[in-house]
């Protein structure tokens, strides 16, 4: 038989009589430990004690379900920044192989690498951004966006990790946990007014017109001595 306790008599379930060695007991509760009793019996019908094992088995027949992701920060972040992706599941969770996300980026999907988190709850997918990703709320493509890519994702009793997240925009999906921009395109100042020819004071006022990004936020200027920008720059103000 099966028992809770290692006195072999309390909560003991699938109790069997006249087997021989090795046996199957059955009846056990999943989300139960438990102590493994045999006890011997001769034709005279004379009984030893009862002897439990000196470790517990537990009964895990629950596959590990994904509970959340988020990821390492928020903000905005342009060509070849870097975030971490953030997998929550119900519980520990060993992996093999590199597993993938893929997260919806503009015109080209981006499938992001597992890097980390074998033997934890969270597992870690290192996303590095592409020089054409743009998001303005980043989130994964859909419910099936994780993937095992030959890997395997297991819990401690090797049930096979269910993988469904939560539908994009949804509670406990990425775009709905987090605040993450991804913005790849680069500012531009429309048209600059040239200054005067001469000047007799050292600092020149001049103008220009805002460029269109929706994220702009300011303006660096400086003087130089070559149009390239980079030769002869005094003045530099951010």
Do not use: H
Not at 92 to 109: A, F, H, K, M, R
Not at 124 to 131: G, K, L, P
């Amino acid at each position: 038989k099966a028992c809770t306790n290692s006195d072999c008599a309390t909560g003991c379930v699938g109790a069997t009589t006249s087997v021989a060695s090795p046996a199957t007991v059955g009846s056990m509760v999943n989300g139960s430990s438990y102590y493994v009793c045999t006890q011997a019996a001769d034709l005279a019908g004379n009984l030893a004690a009862w002897d439990a094992s000196s470790t517990t088995v537990t009964i895990d027949t629950t596959a590990a379900t994904v509970t959340g992701v988020t990821a390492s920060a928020n903000g905005y972040f342009k060509s070849a920044g870097s975030v971490n992706i953030l997998v929550t599941f119900s519980e520990n969770v060993t992996v093999t192989g590199t597993p993938q996300i893929t997260l919806e980026t503009g015109v080209t999907d981006s499938v992001v690498d597992y890097t980390s988190g074998s033997g934890t709850n969270v597992l870690t997918f290192a996303y590095t951004v592409d020089a054409t990703d743009t998001s303005a709320d980043l989130d994964y493509v859909a419910t099936t966006s994780l993937a095992l890519n030959l890997g395997t994702i297991r819990d401690a009793a090797t049930n096979n990790a269910t993988l469904t997240l939560a539908s994009p925009a949804g509670a406990g999906s990425l775009g709905a946990n987090q605040a993450i921009i991804v913005d790849t395109t680069t500012p531009t100042v429309t048209t600059s007014t040239d200054p005067a020819t001469y000047s007799t004071a050292t600092s020149v006022s001049f103008a220009w017109t805002g460029g269109t990004d929706t994220n702009l936020t300011s303006y660096n200027v400086k003087a130089c001595t070559n149009s390239d920008c980079a030769t002869g720059c005094v003045g530099a103000t951010t």
